[in-house]
Every structure is written in C-alpha cells, then in structure tokens.
C-alpha cells in the first residue's frame, strides 16, 4: 500500500496551517521575502516580482514575490492584486517589475543564503501544498516511506510505537500493518511517521 501523507487539518475549529501562515506572514512580509520569491520562483518556475520605491535618490526592492501565469502576484499571502501587493509597502502608482535572484542578492547586503532558501521553500510547500511544485520534499518523503514500507514487508519487520509517548520500536508484524502515515509535525518542517492498521 502506498503511503498516506496527511495534510495539515482541522483542530480545535481552527485549520492549523491557518495559525502557521499568521506566524510564517510577519516573517516574509517583513524581511525574509527574498528567500520566499526565490523559494516559489525555484519551486513553480513563476517569475520573480520586485516592488521598487525610491528612497534617498536610491531605487530599492522593498517587497518581492512571483507572478502566476495567469498574470495573479503570489507571497506568503497567497494569491493576490496588485494593489495588495504595493499597499503594504508604499502607495500607488507601484513599481513592479520583473527580476531575478541575482537582483535579490546584489540588494541584500549578504545575499539570500541556502539555509534560508531552503527554510523557505519547505514552508511554503506547507503552506500551499495545491500550488504546481517540480518537485516537494513531500513527495521525497513519501518515497523515503515507500521504501521502507517496502523494506518492512520483505523482512516483516516494522518500526511502531505501542504507545505514542514510547520511542518507535523495531517490531515483527502480525499481518494487520496498513503501511506508514506521514503527519507534518506542529511547525510544518518535519513529519512524524507511524505504521497504521488496516
């Protein structure tokens, strides 16, 4: 069976990636917005969108994000107008041109590093999953899980926690092993895996 990856869902009335996109917005709308174009521009192939304001006779980038091929801007917000886009920042008429990571990079003062890079595209892959990526670290974990429950039933050796505030255990299967379930951890960046039932 191949395996289950739960999305994030519904808890207490509230969707959790609801409360991870209000913590994840002040983050790349109030500086780390670089890295998230990038992220999305890397990950879906949309170019990278720059809003120019010009402060002391100085033209800066002061938000980016990527335009859909339907021609929508998108940021950690989602899909969004234009005038959204500028308003946060500065008023009308916008300045929004097309650029690259190199521009990205010659504005920040120490370029966009990997570290962040990566952080970003594993949290934006969170926080859209129905967005067209290339290629998700869901479906890299998936095929990691795959693997191994493949592994499991050659040898019927399984990996299961009896209870879930024991450590994972290495375990002989009694047949009734569905496959594993992958379920995002509470701040998106990881998963937890188990083995369910049929």
């Not at 913590?23 to 992220?39: D, K, M, Q």
């Not at 339907?70 to 008429?93: A, M, Q």
Request: hydrophobic share 35%; with cysteine.
């Amino acid at each position: 069976m191949p395996t289950i990856v739960r999305k994030l869902k519904k808890k207490d009335g509230k969707l959790e990636w609801q409360k991870l996109r209000e913590i994840y917005e002040g983050l790349y709308l109030r500086g780390s917005c670089y890295a998230f174009a990038i992220a999305l521009n890397e990950g879906l192939g949309w170019p990278i969108v720059g809003l120019f304001v010009k402060r002391i006779e100085m033209e800066l980038i002061d938000h980016a994000g990527v335009r859909a091929p339907d021609g929508k801007i998108f940021d950690v917000r989602g899909f969004i107008s234009e005038e959204e886009f500028g308003n946060l920042y500065t008023g009308p008429p916008y300045d929004l041109r097309e650029i690259t990571r190199e521009h990205l990079d010659a504005t920040s003062a120490a370029g966009v590093g990997e570290y962040s890079l990566k952080r970003a595209r594993q949290i934006a892959e969170i926080l859209y999953p129905e967005l067209p990526w290339r290629e998700t670290r869901a479906s890299l974990v998936t095929a990691f899980a795959d693997e191994l429950e493949a592994l499991c039933r050659k040898h019927n050796k399984w990996i299961r926690s009896p209870l879930a505030v024991h450590a994972p255990q290495l375990q002989e299967g009694d047949g009734s092993e569905g496959g594993y379930e992958l379920l995002p951890t509470l701040d998106g960046l990881g998963y937890t895996i188990n083995c369910y039932l049929r």
